[in-house]
């Protein structure tokens, strides 16, 4: 749950400030707000703290997505690399574009196989999506070397590695642009909310003008009299949000600190237990320690494990079997069922490509989520409460 088990007295106050000038709104309000301006702030800061050029606040991780792929012109008749293993949203914000989700395969760190690329490319990819899941790194340096091969653009899928890096480098700043969650179970909330950062002033523009109904929010004149280039739609962050926001911002790196030794003391156990292996993290260092994911050497024998957990009061999830996070379980996107009753975009006329979404496609995947189980990780666990999860594994892996 991490953000959301931090609540307390700073996010309060920074709310406070918005409360206090009645003013809701990022935009426009100048006089009255006596300077307060927090999604503005917010933005500043993340960009700061992932030193990345320009960070764009919006209203969800979804929306980041979707604006974000707006802002690289991905739309109808393209193809858009993603991994089978991820949520929903990534899939639904490039079919959103109008463009097409090509499934990819994973390798051993849970996220895109960077040999993917080249094997599931075709003439119509324009982009590839490497989502870092479960809060730990893509062979990300590998992604970007073969992209900048293949001339395609890259969106990092940060939505649940916020605060995560690879060789020092910010997860989310490595790609053309980097998108970010904060609904309520990521490691910074602010209830729902999103970010999108890029190093390009002319990405950024793109977005931030798509995001607000095309406004250039030229500071020089009222909001009524901005220009615009571009028609856009609503994903504007609200005030409260980017005052939570910055307060939650200011814990990420206790939390991620938290995390990690919780992390350590669990994984120890485990590593007790034969034939348990770790997911690999490309590295280990820059993990955001969200989760924790091990696999067994088969798929019953994860199954047992899981079920021996479970009678110990010990959660954890195998992703293989998940309704929302792996491909193959989404009957209703398998049967191409879009919101729209013509099955837009699959049947749009401009898109030559014919995709397909098999097991047979992703046979690594198919390997390893059905033998990996995951944990959560929380900031606050107890020595009583991690005492409990050692005893819960030691005693399951008696029972085996
Ligand atoms: C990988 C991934 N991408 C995108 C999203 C969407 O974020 P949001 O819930 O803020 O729309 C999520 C949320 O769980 C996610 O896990």
Same mark, same amino acid.
Request: glycine share 8%.
């Given at each position: 749950?991490?953000? %959301?088990?931090?609540?307390?007295?700073?996010?309060?106050?920074?709310?406070?400030?918005?409360?206090? =000038?009645?003013?809701?709104?990022?935009?426009?309000?100048?006089?009255?707000?006596?300077? $307060?301006?927090?999604?503005?702030?917010?933005?500043?800061?993340?960009?700061?703290?992932?030193?990345?050029?320009?960070?764009?606040?919006?209203?969800?991780?979804?929306?980041?997505?979707?604006?974000?792929? /707006?802002?690289?012109?991905?739309?109808?008749?393209?193809?858009?690399?993603?991994?089978?293993?991820?949520?929903?949203? /990534?899939?639904?914000?490039?079919?959103?574009?109008?463009? $097409?989700?090509?499934?990819?395969?994973?390798?051993?760190?849970?996220? #895109?196989?960077?040999?993917? $690329?080249?094997?599931?490319?075709?003439?119509?990819?324009?982009?590839? $999506?490497?989502?870092?899941?479960? @809060? &730990?790194? %893509?062979?990300?340096?590998?992604?970007?070397?073969?992209?900048?091969?293949?001339?395609? *653009?890259?969106?990092?899928?940060?939505?649940?590695?916020?605060?995560?890096?690879?060789?020092?480098?910010?997860?989310?700043?490595?790609?053309?642009?980097?998108?970010?969650?904060?609904?309520?179970?990521? /490691?910074?909330?602010?209830?729902?909310?999103?970010?999108?950062?890029?190093?390009?002033?002319? *990405?950024?523009?793109?977005?931030?003008?798509?995001?607000?109904?095309?406004?250039?929010?030229?500071?020089?004149?009222?909001?009524?009299?901005? @220009? !615009? /280039?571009?028609?856009?739609?609503?994903?504007?962050?609200?005030?409260?949000?980017?005052?939570?926001? *910055?307060?939650?911002?200011?814990?990420?790196?206790?939390?991620?600190?938290?995390?990690?030794?919780?992390?350590?003391?669990?994984?120890?156990?485990?590593?007790?237990?034969?034939?348990?292996?770790?997911?690999? #993290?490309?590295?280990?260092?820059?993990?955001?320690?969200?989760? *924790?994911?091990?696999?067994?050497?088969?798929?019953?024998? %994860?199954?047992?494990?899981?079920?021996?957990? &479970?009678?110990?009061?010990?959660?954890?999830?195998?992703?293989?079997?998940?309704?929302?996070?792996?491909?193959?379980?989404?009957?209703?996107?398998?049967? !191409?069922? =879009?919101? &729209?009753?013509?099955?837009?975009?699959? =049947?749009?006329?401009?898109?030559?490509?014919?995709?397909?979404?098999? !097991?047979?496609?992703?046979?690594?995947?198919?390997?390893?989520?059905?033998?990996?189980?995951?944990?959560?990780?929380?900031?606050?666990? &107890?020595?009583?409460?991690?005492?409990?999860?050692?005893?819960?594994?030691?005693?399951?892996?008696?029972?085996?």
């Amino acid at each position: 749950m991490a953000g %959301a088990e931090m609540i307390g007295k700073e996010e309060i106050r920074e709310v406070m400030d918005v409360l206090e =000038t009645g003013i809701l709104m990022r935009y426009g309000f100048d006089k009255e707000r006596r300077g $307060i301006y927090k999604v503005r702030q917010f933005e500043e800061e993340f960009a700061g703290y992932c030193k990345a050029g320009y960070a764009l606040g919006v209203t969800s991780g979804s929306a980041a997505l979707k604006v974000a792929l /707006t802002a690289l012109d991905v739309g109808p008749g393209d193809e858009v690399l993603v991994p089978c293993f991820t949520f929903l949203a /990534t899939y639904e914000a490039v079919m959103e574009v109008g463009a $097409i989700p090509v499934m990819v395969d994973i390798d051993d760190t849970l996220n #895109l196989d960077p040999q993917e $690329i080249e094997r599931k490319k075709t003439p119509y990819t324009k982009a590839i $999506i490497p989502v870092h899941m479960c @809060g &730990s790194a %893509a062979r990300i340096d590998k992604i970007m070397e073969v992209a900048r091969k293949n001339k395609l *653009l890259v969106l990092e899928d940060n939505a649940q590695g916020c605060g995560a890096s690879f060789q020092g480098k910010k997860l989310g700043s490595f790609g053309e642009m980097g998108c970010f969650s904060f609904d309520y179970v990521k /490691t910074v909330t602010t209830g729902e909310g999103g970010m999108i950062i890029t190093d390009s002033l002319d *990405l950024y523009h793109r977005a931030e003008w798509y995001h607000d109904h095309g406004h250039d929010h030229n500071p020089q004149v009222s909001r009524a009299l901005e @220009g !615009r /280039t571009i028609l856009g739609f609503n994903y504007r962050m609200n005030e409260l949000q980017g005052a939570l926001g *910055l307060a939650q911002l200011h814990k990420l790196d206790y939390i991620v600190a938290e995390q990690k030794k919780n992390k350590q003391i669990i994984k120890d156990a485990l590593a007790q237990v034969p034939g348990v292996k770790f997911r690999t #993290l490309p590295d280990p260092a820059g993990d955001s320690a969200t989760f *924790l994911a091990f696999n067994l050497p088969e798929e019953g024998l %994860a199954q047992r494990f899981q079920n021996m957990l &479970s009678a110990e009061g010990v959660d954890t999830v195998c992703y293989k079997r998940n309704l929302w996070h792996y491909v193959p379980n989404w009957e209703h996107f398998l049967a !191409r069922s =879009t919101a &729209s009753s013509k099955k837009y975009p699959f =049947t749009d006329p401009t898109y030559k490509g014919k995709v397909q979404y098999t !097991r047979e496609s992703i046979p690594q995947a198919e390997d390893i989520l059905g033998r990996t189980l995951v944990m959560g990780i929380s900031v606050k666990m &107890s020595p009583e409460k991690l005492n409990s999860i050692k005893k819960g594994i030691e005693q399951a892996a008696k029972n085996m």
